[in-house]
Nanobody
Framework: QVQLVESGGGLVQAGESLKLSCVASRSLFSMLAFAWYRQSPEKERELVAQIARGADTFYADSVKGRFTISGDSAKNTVYLQMNDLKPDDTGVYFC??????????WGQGTQVTVSS
């Protein structure tokens, strides 16, 4: 079992930046993938960015060039650097880690609100 705790969300104005953090309860070194999803009341939960073994880093088209996903294995932490934020980026951001085909974990989410 892996517990994930996100932080770093908040209320910002359009054009500003935020950096989200997701701390895992144990090492991420052996994980197959880690990712950030987001969900807003108007949309289904969508994949924002993902790093997976043996695959290219994925970014949703809407965040390419603005968001960067990274991991720090020494700190068991996954980050999402978000620059040039837009009102459409508003939502609850969830950290997601895949240990195996049947072992997948979610954090509790952190709210990001971008005002115009």
């Amino acid at each position: 079992q892996v517990q994930l705790v996100e932080s770093g969300g908040g209320l910002v104005q359009a054009g500003e930046s935020l950096k989200l953090s997701c701390v895992a309860s144990r090492s991420l070194f052996s994980m197959l993938a880690f990712a950030w999803y987001r969900q807003s009341p108007e949309k289904e939960r969508e994949l924002v960015a993902q790093i997976a073994r043996g695959a290219d880093t994925f970014y949703a088209d809407s965040v390419k060039g603005r968001f960067t996903i990274s991991g720090d294995s020494a700190k068991n932490t996954v980050y999402l650097q978000m620059n040039d934020l837009k009102p459409d980026d508003t939502g609850v951001y969830f950290c997601h880690v895949v240990e195996s085909r049947i072992k997948k974990y979610w954090g509790q989410g952190t709210q990001v609100t971008v005002s115009s």
